[in-house]
């Protein structure tokens, strides 16, 4: 080095401009070679899962108290969103189908809506923000203050305890919570209904159970758990592989949300493919 | 200094010393250009406490997370109870490690557990079907050891630094372990309290027979826990001996420690 007197946190800044200015230099292949690099890590990553979750020790303890945290605690706000939801989309839709006329289709056509799309999938993206942030921002950290190491060295697979626990959980949770956001939300619905009208309970929900096929149901509950198993195994990825620094647990925490959210979009469009096929 | 200061040191000390539990063997590591471990020879007797100095950045840290494969070696040879570190897999390694007992420099309590969870958590791994009452004696027994009864159901973020340090050493001793390392235990400590734990390393290595591997800038400390003292510079062991033979050494960059 050209200046001796360089300390050592100058030196850091100096290295990384060089650095920097390499990077944007070679932007254009840098930055497909970290997409793959993220790519292939993150496979492994998920390679990893299922190597584990079959091999003892089974953390079960640890895992009924994270189905609790990431179940119970989220019912709060997903009761609410499913309730608004369920609201809104039927005042919404009420002039639209009063002028064709079919106003008396609202309660169905909003059921239709809720249980195929917009439960699971509002669900799942409010558990991304909550769940998955949270799981990201907690073991990244667990990793800067090298309580992950402690616990390797003290003998245990954190692998195991911390990422198969929380994956285990949120793909068993968000089913459920799916399943009470349409309950709650057809409620919303209910009350969206008498708001301009006066339908009975038993009315409104009878000509909800005559409009509903079981390929409306089905389709939709299963593809919850890959929802959940995504949002848990993208918050693991981000907060287990973070930087170390306080900065690695806020962009753990924020990639946890971003990645999350797009995977559940993307796995939404492979089922719906999936499901017209079968149809078909 | 680039060459080593002690040549075969394994050869040398086998049979004079008692049985050896760790060695390691032209070790090196390097991250990215930053070639931090170059060429580390040592060997740690069955309970002898061996203390290492070197400046801030030498690579101590690094060196202790090699011995329990946080951090891997790029070359040289590990030894730990007779066990070659590098061939060591999946649940030799987790049996090998619940023998050693790591102190970090951090502390690395798991702060969303009580102080109690902190120490019933290696003990519920590693001992599965422990009954309750065994369970609580111990950590009881393990926190009255460093002083901090009182704290038991508290979370770690309300402890005070010394504290903290405490329950972390706390939560490494309560499984006994055959090996301790030590990352700077009395760093950031009051010197009343740096006593206490510099006692409180000695007593341990009495009672369980303990060998030990301490990093510390502590020279109070040093004097009170070495049997034998390391120095790293460069990379490297740039100098060895007991407390005193450093302390009188001609070698200006060794004084420069004890002043
Ligand atoms: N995981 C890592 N990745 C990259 N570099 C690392 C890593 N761990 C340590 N280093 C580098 O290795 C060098 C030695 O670090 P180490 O923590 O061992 O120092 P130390 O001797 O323990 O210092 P101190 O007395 O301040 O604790 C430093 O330059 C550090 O930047
Ligand atoms: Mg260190």
Known sequence: MEEPILNQSQAERHDAKIISEVVSETISTSVIDKFFLEVASFSIFTLRFFKDVFRPPYELNELAKQAFLIGYKSLPLVGITGFIIGLVLTIQSRPTLANFGAESWLPAMVAVSIIREIGPVITALIFAGKVGSGIGAELASMNVTEQIDAMQVSGTNPFNYLVVTRVLSTTLMLPLLVVYADVIGLFGSFVGVNLSGDVTVYLFFSQIFQSLEFQDVFPAIIKTFFFGFAVGLVGCYQGYNSNKGTEGVGKAANSAVVFASLMVFIIDVIAVQITNLLQN | ?259
């Not at chain 2, 050869?11 to 050896?20: M, W």
């Not at chain 2, 950045?57 to 202790?64: A, F, R």
């Not at chain 2, 011995?67 to 570190?85: A, P, R, S, T």
């Not at chain 2, 109690?116 to 027994?141: C, G, I, M, W």
């Open chain 2, 1 to 259: 200094m680039s060459t080593n200061a002690i040549p075969m040191a394994l050869e040398r000390d086998d049979k004079q010393n008692g049985l050896v539990v760790v060695a390691m063997e032209h070790l090196k590591k390097s991250f990215g250009n930053n070639h931090v471990l170059q060429d580390i020879n040592l060997v740690v007797h069955k309970g002898e406490n061996l203390v290492v100095l070197g400046k801030s950045g030498t690579g101590k840290s690094v060196l202790i997370k090699c011995i329990v494969g946080l951090i891997e070696l790029d070359e040289g040879k590990l030894v730990i109870l007779e066990q070659d570190m590098s061939a060591l897999k999946g649940n030799d390694l987790i049996e090998l490690r619940k023998k050693i007992g790591f102190l970090f420099q951090s502390g690395a309590l798991y702060d969303s557990m009580t102080v109690r969870e902190n120490l019933e958590f290696p003990l519920r791994r590693q001992l599965r079907s422990l009954p309750k009452a065994k369970l609580d004696s111990l950590v009881e027994e393990a926190l009255h050891n460093v002083g901090l009864d009182t704290s038991i159901d508290i979370m770690p973020a309300e402890l005070s630094g010394g504290m903290r340090k405490r329950l972390g050493l706390a939560r490494t001793l309560i499984l006994k372990p055959e090996i301790m390392l030590y990352d700077e235990p009395t760093t950031g400590l009051d010197p009343i309290t740096s006593k206490e734990i510099s006692s409180l390393i000695l007593e341990v290595q009495k009672i369980y027979n303990t060998s030990s591997i301490i990093i510390t800038h502590d020279m109070e400390c040093a004097r009170r826990t070495a049997n034998r003292i390391i120095v790293i510079k460069d990379g490297v062991c740039a100098a060895e001996g007991s407390y005193d033979d450093l302390a009188h050494s001609k070698d200006p960059w060794i004084q420069s420690f004890f002043e």
